[in-house]
């Protein structure tokens, strides 16, 4: 005899409510960390990629395209599956979801935006590196004082076009039994047998994080605007 299903709360809001808000938001706490890591380092990795591809050497050039190349060119779930189960055995070591989850995330966010700073830093004139040297500064001081302040502006909707899809992309660690937002509503639908309104609530959440995203490039072009 088949198990019968558990116990299900009548109603939309009264099972929302009961069940689904209080399991789906721990699953969104662990969304936003998974988030927040892996954007932190992703843009520290993409700054660095970035920085290399510009640079005048081909030693330090062509090692980052061959790794943008790489790591746009596959799949990101092909990423996790990769460094989550094949990692670990290659390199002999132990790796849990939670790092495995961020440092996919992390890697491949990188290579995006390496690609976004490069093309906001190509887009000042090169007067601007060219006056800041004949003032005597190095390559990399006129990076630092000169060209990058003024590409951060231009920087700033790519960017959080990318987090935007950075936060979609968190759910893909599903995969790896992460229990983010999409792996707790795939449980609670798999459970109680209503996922329309499990997955209605998951899709809201991933709503919310775009739109605060959004919110905040909004107000800081407006900020930077009003300094200028």
Known sequence: MMD???????GFWHFSIDTVLPSLLAGLQMTLLLLVASAICGMLLGLALALC???PYR?????AAIYVGMFRGTPLLLQILFIYFALPPLLDIRLDAMPAGILALSLNAGAYLAEIFRAGVESIGKGQMEAA?????????????????????????????????????TSLVSVIALSETLYVAQRLGAKYFRPWEVYVWAAAFYLIIVLVLSGLARRLELRLQSRE
């Open 4 to 10: 019968e299903a558990p116990d299900i709360p009548a």
């Open 59 to 63: 030693w330090l050039r062509w090692p």
């Open 53 to 55: 591809r510009l640079s």
């Open 133 to 169: 040297r004949a003032l005597g500064m190095s390559y990399a001081l006129a990076m630092r004082l000169v060209i990058l302040p003024q590409s951060i502006k231009r920087l700033i909707p790519p960017v959080v076009n990318e987090l935007a899809a950075l936060a979609k992309d």
